[in-house]
Structures are given as C-alpha cells and as structure tokens.
C-alpha cells in the first residue's frame, strides 16, 4: 500500500500583478528625453512658446508667489506682462525661411537652438535671467550655470512653466476661467472640482486667486521637489491616466511628437482609435523649451 506524502502548507496558487496605469519615474524620463517633436509642428509650437508661456511668465510666478504666501504688487496681479520692441518672437527669427526652398535646412535650423543676443533682447533678458545675478556669458544659452540655479529657486515653489502648462490644457491661456477646470471666472467652478474657489467672496474672481486656490486645493504648495517625473505625472492626472490602458501615450503630453500617432477620448468615456488629438502636447512645450535653453527641469 502506498503512503501518501502529507504536504505541509501547499504553495498558494500565483497570480499576477497588475501593471499600474500610471507610468513609473524612469518611464517618464525616458519618454522625455527620447521626445521628438514632429519637425512640421515646430513652427507652431514655438509661437505657442513665444506668445502664450514666455510673453506671461511673470503673471505665472505672480501665482507661484501667492501659493508660498509671499507679497506681489497689485499691478502685476492684473496687468501680465508683454514683451516690448525690439523683441522678436523665436519662430520670426529665421528670415530666410521664407524665401529658402530647401526645407530641410529650414528644419535643421529650427531643430538648432540658436544663440541669443541679450543687449538686443533686454526684456527677454530681464526676464529669463530672474532671479538676477552676474552672467558672464554674451550669448543667451552658454552659460549653462544660470539654469541650474534656476532649478534650485524652482524647487522652492510651483514652477512657472507648470502652471503655464495647466494653464494652456484647461483654459487654452485664457485668464478669463478658472485654472481648475477652464469654467468662467464670472462664477463659482460647476465642473468637477465645483464651487470653487473658496476666497471669502462672491463671484466674479481674478484669475490670480482663483489659481492660488486651484494650486493648493491639489496641495502643491507642500510640494519641495519639483522633478521632471513629478511634473509629467502631475499634468497627466489633470486628464486622466486612462490613455494607458489603451496602449496610447496621451496626447495631452505627447501630441505633436513622436510618442503620439492617434487615439483620442472624443468624449467622457469615448475612446476613437482613429482620432487624432489638435492639441499640443504639455511635454512638448517642456520639451522644446528645454531645447530652446529657456527652462532647465531637475529630473529627481
């Protein structure tokens, strides 16, 4: 008669664990910065750039300051800033593009950030160099020190550039709505997140404070490290993570880039295969403007 063999504490059946929707820090450097943007979307992008992000960058820090509790003027509260004469846009720098035939040296040539003269463009000057200290350097982008203190006076607050960001995804730059959702500042938000902001008075609101409240609504004025992955993921969530699951890099950070074809939600819970997003990427926008030496993001 066979004995048979008594098994202690059998192995418990495995099973597999699901892969997280949201990608890990070293999936998000790795799409960064093997980014390319679409060389027929340059041009856009970089009037994107030019008139929308850069031209605003100091009501954008007006914000930044504001969610840490410190003091900004009244004026720039309500009058952002413009760049003045003789400043010219990136994309209207490359005079010959117009009457050059040859496309592909139009598009090395914008694929190559060129070098800035900052006695020509001393608004441009007066405000990518804040906070201000000594630059050694006569062409804008040489000196690559002066970013990484940018990076550390960054890291103290939200940066300017993600707020820009969220500000292109849900109000397409306009300051006439609310930063949270894109609702009209001339009520309370009645999109999720509703009835805000919370400011001790009734509506209308300035986009300033209402944005102040989005921001730390989120709890981003407890946040100390402002890194790339932290960043990429942040402006994800504002859409949702639901693009991965469908095996899609959302577009809300890769359009117009090689990490994005097609695919798209058309509406809540409505995924098109075939549809192609319109909307510049916010990643792209990161991306170029790293390109162009305008901004420089820590990555851990």
């Not at 009037?47 to 300051?65: H, L, T």
């Not at 930063?179 to 986009?207: C, E, Q, S, W």
């Not at 577009?251 to 798209?264: A, D, I, R, V």
């Amino acid at each position: 008669m066979k004995i048979k063999k008594r098994i202690i504490n059998p192995p418990k059946p495995t099973t597999r664990k699901k892969k997280s929707s949201i990608p890990t820090a070293m999936e998000y450097i790795t799409l960064f910065n093997t980014c390319e943007i679409k060389k027929e979307k340059i041009l856009a992008v970089d009037k994107i750039i030019d008139e929308k992000v850069v031209v605003n960058r100091q009501r954008y820090e007006s914000v930044s300051n504001l969610v840490k509790g410190n003091n900004v003027s009244s004026q720039s509260l309500n009058q952002p800033f413009q760049f003045q004469s003789p400043y010219t846009p990136f994309y209207n720098r490359f005079g010959q593009l117009t009457g050059n035939t040859d496309t592909s040296v139009a598009q090395k040539s914008l694929l190559t950030p060129p070098s800035f003269d900052l006695n020509n463009s001393p608004m441009l000057a007066s405000r990518l160099l804040q906070p201000s200290f000594t630059d050694n350097s006569s062409a804008f982008g040489l000196n690559r020190d002066m970013f990484s203190l940018s990076s550390v006076f960054s890291s103290a607050g939200v940066p300017w550039y993600f707020i820009a960001c969220v500000h292109y995804l849900e109000c397409s730059f306009s300051f006439k709505k609310h930063l949270h959702n894109g609702d009209p500042l001339t009520g309370y938000t009645v999109h999720v997140p509703a009835h805000r902001p919370k400011v001790g008075h009734a509506p209308p609101f300035t986009f300033e404070e209402s944005a102040v409240d989005a921001l730390k609504l989120m709890k981003y004025d407890q946040v100390t490290n402002w890194s790339l992955p932290f960043i990429l993921q942040k402006l994800e969530g504002y859409n949702g993570f639901g693009y991965n699951k469908k095996g899609v890099h959302t577009p809300y950070l890769w359009s117009f880039s090689n990490h994005y074809t097609k695919g798209k939600y058309v509406k809540d819970g409505v995924f098109d295969a075939n549809a192609v997003s319109q909307q510049l990427g916010a990643a792209v926008i990161l991306k170029r403007m790293e390109q162009r030496a305008l901004i420089s993001i820590p990555r851990n």
